[in-house]
């Protein structure tokens, strides 16, 4: 029996936040998209402790020209204006401030689930979701790409110009393609939870460098603060294990003195969950009629919180190469489109990379070789402006 064939100008496989952004971008330049999710992504859940990014200030502009940030900020949002950089076993410590970027803040922290929901809402009657569905084969057609795909009840093929993977640090997409990824295990985890602090936190971040890794502080609602606490796999352990008195104790321990000064004790804690940390970067961004956004194309450690932010900029990035390419009468998946994608992205991948691992490396107290520059890191970059600048700037999504 003779499989039932759809078409599309792109397919679009990861229904994320990746994905749906660049699902709405295609098809406000009059392409035909279809959206594949292996898992339901528009069902609205209670999770404690939440998942949530920060998004930067040049983030949050392009979800405005999306049309999608006054439906995000609905559903609620808090602003990170300033962030507070320090160490925990020194005094130094640094300020990254809004007003020195020009902007009202260097971002917001939201809710994973309110940016999937707002990109549903405005997906919706645009562009095809069929969720949950699972691509099983991909193959060339000589003018594109053909996707067998897999839903609970039925198979069907998909032939479209251009394929895009936005399916996730363990991309099948990117398997399928034969990319080659590189990188290396931190042998770290991040244990997250939502934290009251003693203190209000007044819309500012808080990062704090350990031995072990860094301890950060995202401003939510109520006053309430989301941790990212890297750990090595023994203490993740322990840490999730432990009681709430026991890890409240050991978290305002490891905070350090600078920090404490500006935030007081910690007093309650939701419940804790824990991600493996890991640089994975793909070894390129298209191939024919292919390409890779988000963390198909790389995963990052989140130190700085990039990587939501980076990965945005690759949606912008595409989106821009496919206009130019339909106004010069080529399609999606052009080969002259993927290669000015694909070129593109190299400058700002590299940036954004040397930026999170420069910082984890920079701050090991434990790297002999570095020792000297780790005393003097913070202090270095308070008094050199334009330095400060520019990891303001990266932050804010402003370069």
Not at 6 to 20: N, Q
Not at 84 to 103: F, I, K, M, Y
Not at 111 to 138: H, R, S, T, W
Request: charged residues 20%; contains cysteine; aromatic residues 6%.
């Amino acid at each position: 029996m003779q499989l039932e064939q759809r078409h599309y100008d792109v397919s679009i496989v990861g229904g994320g936040m990746a994905g749906g952004s660049l699902a709405l971008e295609l098809q406000q330049l009059g392409l035909s998209v279809v959206l594949l999710e292996k898992f339901q992504q528009n069902t609205p859940v209670t999770s404690s402790p939440e998942q949530v990014i920060a998004l930067s200030w040049g983030t949050v502009q392009h979800l405005k020209k999306l049309n999608v940030w006054k439906d995000i900020e609905q559903l609620g949002v808090s602003v990170l204006r300033d962030v507070h950089v320090s160490q925990a076993t020194r005094r130094a410590s640094v300020e990254l401030l809004h007003d020195e970027e020009g902007v009202d803040s260097l971002g917001f922290v939201v809710q994973n689930q309110f940016v999937v929901q707002a990109l549903y809402k405005n997906l919706a009657g645009k562009v095809d979701i069929i969720c949950p569905a699972e691509v099983v084969a991909m193959s060339d057609t000589g003018a594109g790409k053909r996707l067998l795909v897999q839903t609970s009840d039925t198979q069907f093929e998909i032939e479209s110009s251009l394929v895009v993977g936005a399916d996730g640090t363990y991309s099948q997409i990117r398997h399928m393609a034969g990319i080659l990824s590189q990188g290396w295990d931190h042998n770290r985890f991040a244990l997250v939870a939502s934290v009251i602090p003693e203190n209000p936190h007044r819309h500012v971040a808080y990062e704090c460098f350990r031995a072990d890794g860094p301890l950060a502080f995202l401003p939510l609602d109520s006053e309430r603060f989301s941790i990212v606490w890297t750990l090595k796999p023994s203490d993740a352990t322990r840490m999730q294990q432990a009681s709430e008195m026991v890890f409240l104790s050991r978290l305002n321990m490891v905070m350090g003195e600078p920090l404490k000064e500006k935030i007081g004790r910690i007093s309650a804690s939701s419940k804790t969950r824990l991600f493996p940390l890991e640089l994975r970067v793909s070894k390129q961004y298209s191939t024919p009629h292919l390409a890779l956004v988000g963390n198909a194309a790389r995963t990052l450690h989140p130190m700085a919180g990039q990587g939501m932010n980076i990965s945005m900029r690759d949606v912008a990035d595409l989106s821009a190469c496919v206009q130019a390419g339909l106004n010069q009468n080529q399609q999606a998946g052009d080969a002259r489109v993927l290669a000015a994608y694909a070129a593109g992205r190299k400058k700002d991948q590299r940036r954004t990379v040397a930026l999170t691992e420069g910082l984890n490396l920079l701050f090991n107290h434990k790297n002999p070789a570095l020792h000297c520059l780790n005393q003097g890191g913070l202090r270095l970059l308070s008094h050199l402006s334009f330095l400060r600048h520019q990891v303001s700037k990266q932050a804010a999504g402003l370069v």
